[in-house]
């Protein structure tokens, strides 16, 4: 039924794990080249909405992200100083909208790796680590991509190439399309630690706290233990080196000014991000196309990023999967472009940008506005959920949808 290349997908992360699940379901033979020796455990995406809760369920991957990560339907907006609630929204007013009304916050590594479990099952799918794509040559009916490993050079012929190689993607460069944006001047801090914050915050996991100084959120993982991790973020300060960021002392004076304590803060994790709103000027160029962070990236707060990626991963695979049928035109791929690409636009960049602007926002009256705003809308049931339809990205799927 299908051409004998499979398609090529570059980097395996929970991107390029997922597009190779999703192509590997319909029967189409799919091999994933990742450059590093396993999956990367840094802590990014954890925060997993509704809309991709959904596809999760169609991937039969949804109860293992629930029965390893922790189920949250409430976030909080706080004023830091004096520490004050602002807002609170509850995805339990989506309830007659989707099966999951929460977020699931389960680390990006973990879903990563049960992706790769299951695509182990599929004998038409490979997943190759210390395989680094490093070029790639378009012809008309294949495209051949030069993968590096240990052995040597070798060159793969694929029916298509989906470069889910990250921000930095090689594919990207290869491909000669702009990524365009900007990128913010501060990095993102972030500080894991066993201390809980359960006695104070337990009763809602995902905290953001606005200040014209410095702006932080707080949210709680379950870790690989399952015991609970706590993960605070903060922006660096104007000036202030990574080395100086990540010192202990510096460490510990961060957290304590947040939230002072006695003792010091066991931290398990120091790491450093730095931050963009980039899109890339095209998302396919013939038979290449790209796929999350290296099509899109964007500041974390919202926990948008990944999310779209796996909305864009399920939206290609099912593209090529009835293009690779005969069972719609090839330019039928045009579409992939055409629509993810401006969607991204308008709900991951515009309401990431937003968030972070309101979280660090100076002037006191713009503040004011902004608060009261925001327990306007929370306390309009109608207003609420539509806040929330876009917040969990089930607007931009609903859109995407074709009429
Ligand atoms: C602090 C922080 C918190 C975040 N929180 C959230 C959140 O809660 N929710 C959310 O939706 N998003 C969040 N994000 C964003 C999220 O982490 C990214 O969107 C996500 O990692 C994108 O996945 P990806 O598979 O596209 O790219 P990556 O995770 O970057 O994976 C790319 C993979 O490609 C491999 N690779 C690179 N180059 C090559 C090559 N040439 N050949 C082969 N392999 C290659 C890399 O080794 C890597 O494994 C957060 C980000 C940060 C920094």
């Known amino acids: 039924m299908f051409s004998p290349r499979p398609v090529i ?8 794990a997922i597009a190779a699940l999703a192509l590997a379901r319909q029967g189409i033979p799919v091999q994933v080249f990742e450059a590093e020796a396993r999956v990367n455990d840094n802590p990014r995406a954890a925060t997993t909405h509704a809309a991709t809760l959904e596809i999760l369920n169609d991937l039969g991957l949804v109860d293992e992200v ?14 830091r100083e004096p520490r004050q609630l602002i807002v609170e929204f509850d995805f339990g007013v989506l309830k007659d909208d ?14 990563a790796t049960m992706t790769i479990e299951r695509l182990r099952q599929f004998p038409h799918a490979s997943m190759a680590f210390n395989a680094r794509v490093a070029d790639l040559v378009q012809f008309e009916e294949r495209v051949d991509v030069k993968v590096e490993t240990a052995a040597g050079v070798h060159t793969i012929s694929g029916s298509y190439l989906i470069g889910c190689d990250g921000g930095r993607s090689t594919v990207r460069k290869a491909l000669d399309i702009e990524f365009e944006g900007y990128t913010h001047p501060e990095r993102f801090l972030v500080l894991t630690t066993t201390f809980s914050f359960d006695t104070t915050y337990g009763e809602c996991s995902r905290n953001y706290f606005a200040d014209a100084n410095e702006w932080c959120a707080l949210f709680k993982v379950t870790g690989d233990d399952g015991n609970g991790l706590w993960r605070v973020l903060f922006p660096t300060r104007s000036g202030e080196t990574d080395a100086q960021a990540l010192d202990e002392g510096t460490v510990q004076q961060r957290l304590q000014n947040f939230f002072p304590k006695a003792g010091d803060y066991p ?21 290449a196309f790209l796929a999350g962070d290296s099509a899109h990236v964007n500041n974390p707060l919202g926990g948008l990023g990944l999310n779209f990626g796996i909305h864009d991963a399920v939206e290609l695979a099912d593209l090529l999967g009835k293009v690779m049928r005969g069972e ?13 690409r401006p969607l991204n636009v308008e709900y991951v960049q515009q309401q990431t940008i937003a968030n972070k602007k309101r979280l660090e926002e100076k002037d006191p009256a713009v503040r004011e506005r902004n608060n009261a705003a925001l327990q306007a809308t929370a306390a309009d049931p109608a207003a609420h959920r539509a806040y929330l339809l876009r917040a969990s990205l089930i607007d931009a799927v609903r859109k995407a949808k074709p009429a």
């Open 66 to 79: 629930i029965r390893r990560g922790l189920i949250e339907p409430k976030f909080r907006t706080w004023n």
């Open 9 to 16: 997908i570059a980097g395996g992360g929970p991107v390029g």
């Open 328 to 340: 719609a035109p090839a330019e039928t791929l045009d579409s992939y472009d055409l629509r993810r």
């Open 267 to 287: 931290v398990v994790h120091r790491n450093i991000y730095n931050v963009h709103q980039r899109v890339a000027a095209a998302f396919r160029k013939g038979r």
């Open 98 to 111: 989707t099966r999951f009304p929460y977020v699931v916050q389960c680390e990006q590594h973990k879903l």
